[in-house]
Each structure stands twice: as C-alpha cells, then as structure tokens.
C-alpha cells in the first residue's frame, strides 16, 4: 500500500487514474510500479490499527505521518453512536 501527503493532505489509497507529474494522463494508476509511484510522491504506507469490538466500535482514522522513507496511520477505536429507532405510532 502506497500513500502521499500533498499540501498538507493524506491521500491513503492509489487513485484508478490520475496525472502524472509531466502531464500525462494515466488509466490504472494504482497499478503503476512502485518506482514510478515513488518517483510521484507515493511513499509505503504502513497503518496501525487497534483491536476493537466490531459490534459497538468503528475504525476512525486519528494521525498520518510521515516519517520520512514512509508514511504512518494511526487509527483509533471510536464508539458507535446509538441506532435511533422509530418510536410512536403510525
């Protein structure tokens, strides 16, 4: 997995097309090689996620970094909020 932080933004997937950086437009860009998608930016992506309880939690993404030769997510385990149900008559 492949990720870049442009501008201060983290782009964690490889988009299916895009532009490279001498203007030509490219189809199946996610499935460039890696030293071309290292030659645009793209560093490894390595994420850290913790264990959590699928029932009552969610995945929420909490720091990217970049540390240089890669880039780092951290995820955190969130609590799901609440299902609302329908109450009162119809």
Same mark, same amino acid.
């Given at each position: 997995?492949?990720?870049? #932080? #442009?501008?201060? #933004?983290?782009? $964690? /997937?490889?988009?299916?097309?895009?532009?490279?950086?001498? &203007?030509? /437009?490219?189809?199946?860009?996610? $499935?460039?090689?890696?030293?071309?998608?290292?030659?645009?930016?793209?560093?490894? $992506?390595?994420?850290?996620?913790?264990?959590?309880?699928?029932? /009552?939690?969610?995945?929420?993404?909490?720091?990217? *970094?970049?540390? &240089?030769?890669?880039?780092?997510?951290?995820?955190?385990? *969130?609590?799901?909020?609440?299902? #609302?149900?329908?109450? &009162?008559?119809?």
């Amino acid at each position: 997995m492949m990720a870049r #932080i #442009i501008d201060g #933004i983290a782009e $964690l /997937t490889l988009p299916d097309s895009g532009i490279l950086m001498d &203007g030509r /437009t490219v189809s199946n860009y996610h $499935l460039l090689p890696d030293a071309v998608l290292l030659a645009e930016g793209w560093k490894p $992506l390595t994420e850290i996620r913790p264990e959590f309880d699928a029932a /009552t939690q969610s995945m929420a993404l909490d720091t990217v *970094v970049d540390t &240089g030769d890669t880039i780092t997510a951290t995820y955190k385990a *969130v609590e799901r909020p609440e299902e #609302i149900g329908f109450q &009162g008559e119809m």
